[in-house]
């Protein structure tokens, strides 16, 4: 087994092998090219997102709580706020970046303006200013995640698709340890510094970092195969080209345009329908995993005093997003391995329905609730195996994809701007009594909705091979048939492109 991931390696970095085609030898090239810049622009981006996202978990419990005198609710409505902005964005973004801005410009640039604004909120006075800067934070934020799933899937195929998706929300999850690391070392080494508190120093470190991340943005992101980025010099012509046909094989389109067609086909498929109540019902099964710290806070030792200290705090929830990474690389490199997902759907919402029964039930030990925390971190990856069923279930729409994973998300954040006020209130914790009975009917009902995606992806594979037999038994000898007019299509696309990135 070493020996095989040695000789994958070595593959990878001499791009040599006596068995591959010169094609095969330019995909590969093309692959490590792709890898090397634009996985690591969108690695660090994943990275200081969470950060900038999370950090007020974070802070609350490092002293903001008591120096901005937060009551009641308080902490949700820091969540609310983010996510009404990141709701408001991501339609906005997801036609912007189809159509009008590159994403090259747009992805960097509201990078840079998130990462000033985390700054900001290291002077905030009062919890109306956190409110507003929140809401600031989440809009710029809203383009991040959806506008990489949509340029991921416009490079990579679904044999290579996993293990980068993987590596993104691995860098997320890298983020929740760097964040607690970094605020337990600030707590401990600047508090009191400069006249600010240890959790102030946190935003004014994430600030500085996420500006640095979105410089390299403006070089690292590659726009679309059809429209390279210009300043991308490490994208060569042979790999527009190569891009181009690949994605051609794949039959999986690259961006044309809105149009009506695209809108009436959105709304009519009902897989498109099912994998939308799929998604949303699986985030929220796994939203309880996010008020971990607030457990451990209210722990108490036989005299009173806090049983873990403000360190310990912002360590210990580390833990979680090791499994995380875990879940990741293992569910999603199996993905790739079998180019299947609903599978492994499935076993992820089986464990979270055991795991969230635990804590449903709470009359059980602290440290079986400890491992239940723990271990539904198992089902964090369940979003990016979403991510990568779209890619084959939509493949014949750019501008669908983009829609169906916009809409993912926005109704994701719309849920999570008011469920939380309801079914997570921080008064009522840590035990959450409606919360975790709700996250045991969420992942209970998952199970049946995943399996009628997958009927339905099934379903409309017979139609369109049906539909393909009948163009092909119907087309006069001579004549091309569509799949054979569309790989014309995209030969001379190819050329095209490449002759662009030449002249630039």
């Known amino acids: 087994m070493a020996g095989g991931v040695l000789q994958k390696v070595s593959e990878w970095v001499l ?30 981006s994943a990275i200081v997102k969470y950060l900038d ?51 090259s410009i747009w992805l960097p ?11 900001c909120l290291a002077a905030a006075k009062n919890y109306q200013a956190v409110y507003g800067l929140r809401f600031v934070i989440g809009f710029c934020e809203g383009t991040a995640w959806p506008g990489t799933m949509i ?9 290579e698709i996993g293990k980068r998706l993987a590596l993104y929300q691995s860098a997320t999850s890298l983020g ?22 240890g959790w102030r120093w946190l935003f004014v470190i994430n600030s500085i970092i996420t500006v640095v991340v979105a410089g390299w943005g403006y070089i690292g992101c590659p726009d679309y195969p059809t429209r390279p980025n210009p300043v991308s010099k490490w994208l060569r012509p042979v790999d527009v080209e190569t ?37 949303e019902v699986m985030g929220q099964a796994s939203s309880g995993t996010g008020y971990f710290n607030l457990w451990l806070k209210s722990l108490k030792n036989a005299n009173g005093t806090s049983r873990y200290t403000v360190s310990q705090l912002n360590t210990i929830p580390i833990a979680s997003n090791c499994i995380t990474i875990v879940s990741l690389i293992v569910f999603l490199s199996l993905s790739d391995r079998f180019q299947t997902q609903w599978p492994f759907l499935l076993i992820i919402a ?36 979403f991510v990568a069923w779209i890619g084959t279930l939509i493949a014949h729409s750019a501008e669908e994809r983009a829609f169906v994973i916009s809409a993912l998300v926005v109704t994701y954040y719309t849920l999570a701007a008011g469920v939380p006020l309801k079914v997570w209130p921080a008064s009522l914790a840590p035990n959450y009594p409606i919360g975790w009975k709700y996250a045991v009917g969420m992942f209970a009902g998952a199970i ?8 339905l992806d099934l379903r409309q594979r017979r139609i369109d091979d049906r539909l393909l037999d009948e163009e092909t038994s119907a087309t006069p000898e001579g004549y091309a048939t569509p799949v054979e007019e569309t790989k014309s299509v995209d030969a001379a696309t190819s050329d095209a492109a490449a002759g662009t990135l030449a002249r630039i």
């Open 15 to 44: 791009l040599k092998n006596p068995k591959w085609t010169e094609e095969e030898r330019r995909e590969k090239a093309l692959v490590r090219r792709l890898d090397i810049f634009f996985c690591s622009y969108i690695s660090l």
């Open 53 to 103: 996202q999370n950090n007020i978990s974070n802070a609350y419990v490092s002293g903001m709580q008591e120096d901005l005198t937060l009551t009641g609710n308080h902490y949700n409505f820091f969540t609310t706020y983010f996510n009404i902005g990141y709701i408001i964005c991501i339609p906005i973004s997801s036609f912007l970046m189809n159509s009008i801005i590159r994403p």
């Open 109 to 119: 640039t509201l990078e840079l303006f998130w990462g000033i604004t985390t700054g």
């Open 151 to 159: 340029l991921l899937l416009s490079w990579y195929t679904p044999s």
């Open 176 to 197: 929740g340890i760097f964040s607690g690391a970094l605020q337990s070392a600030l707590y401990t080494n600047l508090n009191g510094v400069g006249g600010l508190s």
């Open 243 to 279: 891009s181009i046909r690949r994605m051609g094989k794949q039959r999986r389109a690259l961006p044309k345009g809105w149009n009506l067609g695209v809108i009436k086909s959105v709304f009519s498929r009902p897989q498109n329908w099912a994998i939308w109540v799929a998604y």
């Open 350 to 385: 089986s464990i979270g329905l055991v795991f969230s029964a635990i804590l449903a039930h709470w009359d059980v030990p602290d440290p079986a609730k400890f491992a239940s925390f723990l271990i539904l971190n198992l089902c964090g990856c369940y979003a990016n195996l």
């Open 448 to 455: 049946p909705i995943i399996l009628t995606v997958r009927y």
